[in-house]
Nanobody, 122 residues
Framework: QVQLVESGGGLVQAGGSLRLSCAAS????????MGWYRQAPGKQRELVASITSGGSTNYADSVKGRFTISRDNAKNTVYLHMASLKLEDTAVYYCHADIIPGGPGRLLARYWGQGTQVTVSS
């Protein structure tokens, strides 16, 4: 069974920094794209950043130049370093990973973390 566990959320002042981590565990054959979405109260979930297994990255315009996504393939872990945080970055952040689980007949599927709250205060 594949599981994604997030850590690193919390309360930070505007202009500050946080780093989120998300580790995939369980029976894993291979991991393709990993990334982060966020959902603010009353808003739809939106893509923040994603990264391929080869290290190519993609960012939402609202976070370009402030957030950096990276991954450690040996640890099946994706990171999101968030700098120059703004009030509007307040949201629950969800990591995802596109994984083929181990075992016969397993198919590619998107797995999600449980979410971690990031709150930016003035």
């Amino acid at each position: 069974q594949v599981q994604l566990v997030e850590s690193g959320g919390g309360l930070v002042q505007a202009g500050g920094s946080l780093r989120l981590s998300c580790a995939a565990s369980g029976s894993i054959f291979t991991i393709f794209d990993m990334g982060w979405y966020r959902q603010a109260p009353g808003k739809q979930r939106e893509l923040v950043a994603s990264i391929t297994s080869g290290g190519s990255t993609n960012y939402a315009d609202s976070v370009k130049g402030r957030f950096t996504i990276s991954r450690d393939n040996a640890k099946n872990t994706v990171y999101l370093h968030m700098a120059s945080l703004k009030l509007e970055d307040t949201a629950v952040y969800y990591c995802h990973a596109d994984i083929i689980p181990g075992g016969p007949g397993r198919l590619l599927a998107r797995y999600w973390g449980q979410g971690t709250q990031v709150t930016v205060s003035s």
